[in-house]
């Protein structure tokens, strides 16, 4: 049998731990309710509508669509600090987009990255006590992934740049997630293991007010809007522990979503200096506002409703403030979370970057705010051949 201070640990994972929702309304495998992007969860895990930037491709698979270039992240997050010092979620995930399609994966195929919740090792021992050894217990998810971006992709096949270009108004992306996942919290002899498959889908749309408004000519201010819906756990596998009786499905999580962004652009000098910079010629717009709101409807056993809501301020795309409020009734969260993004651009070649977060957990568990992290690479393979061509 397990140890109190695993069993503890896994119960406030289930809980308490970000989702923060309670026994009667979860689901199993748990692992796969995280928000894995660090600035979603600093903006309070609201971005199932957003497009722009770093996106969440574990809650909007769509946002695939709008990927460019090859990238690779990794996040990892002790869940309970103050209760368990070897509970862990680690992330590995590459993705990897161009011209309107992009994909992603996270330990399929071929193994590479993948999501692990470490509950860490436990003792098991016989009915008078006795030690036997002991066991890990773990979730493991292996999941890929891809997204279709409609606009971008007419222009890639259209050959359309500039004003001609249709994603510069707006776009439509649909995605999907495949996942395969293993549960285990106890020894398989003793019934304490399970495995199901599952899926997740979304659709994203994306509409730049400013493009209508300039006829698609550049400006020194761009404003778009999009909408957002996804279902994650989509399929109806259910996890099979001790025999069918036992068997248990994951969290359905509905989210639906609206965000804005509106910016600034490098004012001319600033802009003419850092074109004689290659190092500096990639940086994003003067200043960015992102603000997004989500709505997710957990339809798991007797069902909760959580609401999202996020801002991040974004300075020429290197240094990202972040914050967010999330209301959770069912899981005793009503709180704020905060991050912060920094960025190191080379040129259009490659760039780096360090995301931050801290979300908190139930307000009665008087647990501290669970504080994650992750590093990130993106390069771009094009240009590094167009350069290579000259």
């Not at 498959?197 to 408004?213: E, I, T, Y």
């Not at 200096?273 to 957990?298: M, Y």
Request: glycine share 14%; proline share 4%; charged share 20%.
């Amino acid at each position: 049998m397990k140890s109190l201070r695993s069993m503890c640990a896994i119960a406030c994972v289930c809980a308490i731990a970000a989702t923060g929702t309670k026994a009667h309304a979860q689901g199993t495998a748990r692992s796969m309710d995280f928000e894995q992007s660090i600035r979603t969860a600093g903006m309070g895990g609201a971005g199932v509508a957003v497009p722009w930037g770093v996106t969440s491709t574990w809650g909007n698979p769509a946002t695939l669509g709008f990927a460019q270039g090859w990238g690779w992240d990794e996040t990892r997050t002790q869940l309970v600090p103050g209760l368990a010092s070897d509970v862990f979620l680690r992330t590995k995930r590459m993705t990897a987009g161009f011209g309107g399609v992009g994909v992603s994966w996270s330990g399929q195929p071929g193994g590479v990255g993948g999501l692990e919740l470490d509950y860490g090792q436990s003792e098991r021992t016989n009915e008078s006590g006795g030690v036997l050894g002991s066991f890990g217990s773990y979730e493991r998810v292996r999941s890929w992934g891809f997204g279709v971006s409609a606009a971008t992709l007419a222009d890639r096949f259209g050959k359309r740049t500039g004003e001609r270009s249709i994603a510069r108004y707006g776009d439509v992306a649909f995605g999907e997630n495949f996942k395969d996942a293993i549960v285990a919290l106890a020894p398989a002899d003793l019934g304490g293991a399970a495995r199901a498959k599952n899926h997740d889908w979304g659709v994203l749309a994306r509409v730049s007010p400013s493009a209508f408004l300039r006829h698609g000519r550049d400006g020194v201010w761009d404003a778009d809007v999009a909408f957002g819906h996804s279902v994650l756990n989509a399929g109806d596998e259910l996890f099979v522990f001790l025999n069918e009786d036992q068997a248990s499905p994951p969290s359905r999580i509905r989210r639906t979503g609206f965000a804005a962004t509106a910016s600034l652009a490098q004012p001319t000098a600033m802009h003419a200096a850092f074109e004689h910079l290659p190092i500096l010629s990639a940086l994003g717009p003067f200043v960015r506002l992102t603000v997004s709101f989500d709505h997710e409807a957990i339809v798991t056993g007797q069902g909760y409703d959580v609401d999202r809501s996020g801002q991040e301020l974004s300075i020429l795309g290197v240094v990202d403030l972040r914050h967010g409020h999330v209301k959770d009734i069912a899981g005793e969260i009503v709180d704020d979370t905060r991050g912060i993004g920094l960025c190191l651009p080379l040129g259009k070649i490659a760039a780096f970057r360090w995301d931050y977060a801290e979300v908190p957990q139930a307000r009665d568990s008087g647990l501290p705010n669970v504080t994650r992290r992750s590093w990130s690479m993106w390069v771009n393979p094009a240009e590094i051949v167009r350069r290579g061509g000259r």
